[in-house]
């Protein structure tokens, strides 16, 4: 069960996120993380805003689940951006504004967006936080959250090699392709659907989608970003951020041909994020050479977990 929506605090409403609230969702994001980082005793570490186009990315993603808590000068204090993939729910990014901690707009904005993922019929439901802020653990604990495995970030250097793209195909073959990517997740995790994800991201420009072909369609296929994540700077890495394959035993050619194209868009590696649900994977990603680089706590709601396919492999970034 999810917790009871706490009231709104006093003088503030909600509303739609929209592309023209990116300039100063960018300033909350980037103040309230860098607070959150000053909390946990890196007082000298400053998040950077991102990237406009992830924005919009996220926000057209989420659709209505993309809100804002503005007050009565409708200047933003908090936000929430709740995702939808099929009955895959999740929620990310969220922050409010430091000067706003401790009114109880953080269990508001949690609780608003478990509804909506509830509501919509979402059987998953969960989100991503650092493992290390027990504070923020501790906060989702109390709204019925429990920690699942550790996400694991991989680096893996580009590399000289062929690469299928979603966005060299013809449009008649592209809509083919898209459709076997949903008929191979829903093989493997019955009522999960990316397909909104590729088309949004070739529609905005941010990345492509890698095939791994096979002679009844996709076999396999990585959803990838290569537009820089920070605003101003220069693409550093490839990201993946949904990734699929029918047999594990594929994961090997598919992450071959993403290094392919990492090499082929100018970035140095590419990213890789794996749940600790998937040893074999890890171990893999391990043993071709990957660096870790990041780690995420995973945390679904209680009665709303993941379930891991009995065969092949289903990645799915809950971050942006």
């Given amino acids: 069960m999810s917790p009871a929506s706490s009231p709104m605090p006093r003088g503030l ?40 186009v992830i924005w919009r990315y996220a926000i057209d993603d ?34 409010v504004r ?27 439901i969960g989100l991503e936080t650092m493992p290390r802020t027990m504070d923020n653990i501790g906060f989702y604990s109390r709204l019925g959250f429990v920690p699942a495995h550790m ?18 195909l013809s449009q008649a073959d592209a809509e083919a392709a898209v459709a076997s990517c949903a008929q191979l997740v829903a093989r493997l995790q019955p009522g999960v659907d990316f ?19 096979g002679r009844s369609g996709v076999e396999g296929f990585a959803l990838c970003h290569d537009a820089s994540l920070i605003e101003g700077r220069p693409r550093d890495e490839l990201r993946v951020l949904k990734l699929a394959v029918e047999e594990l035993s594929m994961l090997a050619p598919l992450m071959t041909a993403v290094g392919g194209y990492a090499r082929e868009c100018g970035t140095p590696r590419a990213a890789v994020r794996v749940q600790g649900d ?25 009665g709303f977990a993941e379930r891991i396919p009995s065969r092949g492999l289903v990645l799915s970034n809950w971050e942006i």
């Avoid at 209505?64 to 951006?81: I, Q, S, Y």
């Avoid at 000067?99 to 909506?116: A, F, K």
Wanted: hydrophobic share 40%.
């Fill in 13 to 52: 409403h909600t509303r739609p996120l929209t592309h023209a609230d990116i300039g100063p969702l960018n300033l909350l994001f980037s103040d309230a993380f860098s607070d959150r980082y000053r909390r946990d005793g890196l007082a000298g570490v400053r998040v950077p805003p991102l990237n406009p």
């Fill in 278 to 302: 998937y040893p074999d994977a890890y171990r893999y990603l391990v043993a071709a050479g990957g660096r870790v680089r990041w780690t995420d706590l995973r945390m679904t709601l209680a």
């Fill in 151 to 168: 996400t694991i970030t991989f680096a893996l250097d580009a590399q000289r090699a062929a690469c299928v793209r979603l966005s060299q």
């Fill in 98 to 124: 430091p000067d706003w901690q401790g009114t109880g707009i953080g269990r508001q904005i949690v609780t608003t967006g478990i509804e909506l993922l509830r509501s919509r019929g979402c059987t998953v």
């Fill in 195 to 213: 397909t909104r994800e590729l088309r949004l991201t070739r529609t905005l420009g941010v990345g492509d989608t890698v095939l791994l072909m």
């Fill in 62 to 95: 989420a659709r209505d689940g993309a809100m804002c808590w503005v007050d009565v000068d409708d200047r933003l204090v908090a936000f929430n951006v709740a995702h939808q993939s099929g009955l895959e729910g999740w929620m990310g990014p969220l922050a």
